[in-house]
């Protein structure tokens, strides 16, 4: 990668990187952005978070391998309108896929159209959702691994991953990503982004079952039925990637098509097995946990949901990822509803 620091120290510019939907993410992101002198940061979002920011400053933490790494800021721009918007050369969209129609509406007038959109959101056909709204560059990038706020303005990196970053050669895009490097944060940059969101949202599958368990995240793979739905789902979205032609991309350290294989085994043996697959905070829940409890939209649309449109149109059955969708959905309707895994399993056949 060329030196783009050098280049824009030279030439005495600042990057303007606006972070649209200040939560877990882009608070994160924002953090380790904001350790640069040559960008100049605004944040996006709500008067709850501005306030919380005001008051406790912008802390990210994270870990590779051995390394710990921590960014603070004790001050941020941060906005509750759009309008600043339009002074942004690039924009950074880390609000979640259930946001995204009404928010595009809310900025495509305070973009300017030479702009590079990344979009940040989990789930499928997120790219397609943006371009139908905006007349942008539309650029993908996937965050895999997970973000908490432990504290107020403190943002943990909780599960590990490398940030998957677009490979193009947008100069800003690629000064972001060695901002990102030169701080302490794997970045992977990516050419194929189709792969990559199918692998991830091979991952992403289990959202919804952790929600639905009411169970921290390690707790919830550590129950063989659990993680037989998880299998299942998996080896549905597997058979549709087929069809599509696409090889998801590997996120652990098995492929893909083993994943499905190693959840199935007996505990004793998964707990060997998936070791490092489970080296993960006992409390950690994933982010649809925290949707259901607080009666947000969820995202399984954009997840379980989308499996089974897309396999519709291959003539693909999905129970499972259609039973998960039904799950939510009931969790939604009645919150003390409490899904039973084994009977789960009998139902779909599953044991």
Partial sequence: MQDLQSKVQTSGRK????????????????????QDADLELMLFGRDYMGLELAAHGLTARWQQAAEHYQASASAVAFYTS????IEADVVLLS????????????????????????????????????QSQLHNPVLRAIVPFNVVSPAPGQFLQSSSGNLLWPAVDTAVVQYLQQAFYSRGLEVQAVDDMKAAEYGKLLLNLNNALNAVSG?????????RHW???????????????????????????????LLPLVLRLPDWLF??????MLRIDPQARLSMSADLSSGRRTEIAFLNGAVVQLAK???????????????????????????????????????
């Avoid at 759009?82 to 918007?85: I, N, R």
């Fill in 15 to 34: 990057y303007r990187v606006g972070i649209v939907g200040a939560g877990s993410i882009g608070c994160f992101l924002g953090a380790i952005l904001a």
């Fill in 82 to 85: 759009f309008v600043s918007l």
């Fill in 95 to 130: 609000v979640k896929a259930t946001a995204l129609s009404a928010l595009l509406q809310q900025i495509k007038p305070h973009l300017r159209p030479d702009v590079p959109v990344i979009a940040l959101q989990n789930g499928i056909g997120i790219t397609d959702i943006i």
């Fill in 215 to 223: 169970l921290p995240l390690r707790a919830q793979l550590l129950n």
């Fill in 227 to 257: 993680r037989l739905l998880l299998s299942a789902a998996m080896r549905e979205w597997l058979a549709v990637c087929a069809c599509e032609q696409v090889t998801p991309m590997q996120f652990t350290a098995l492929k893909p098509t």
């Fill in 271 to 276: 707990r060997r097995v998936a070791a490092k």
């Fill in 313 to 351: 149109q291959h003539g693909i059955n999905t129970p499972v990822n259609q039973a998960i969708v039904d799950l939510v959905h009931q969790k939604q309707q009645e919150p003390l509803y409490t899904a039973e895994p084994l009977q789960l399993c009998r139902q779909l056949q599953l044991c």
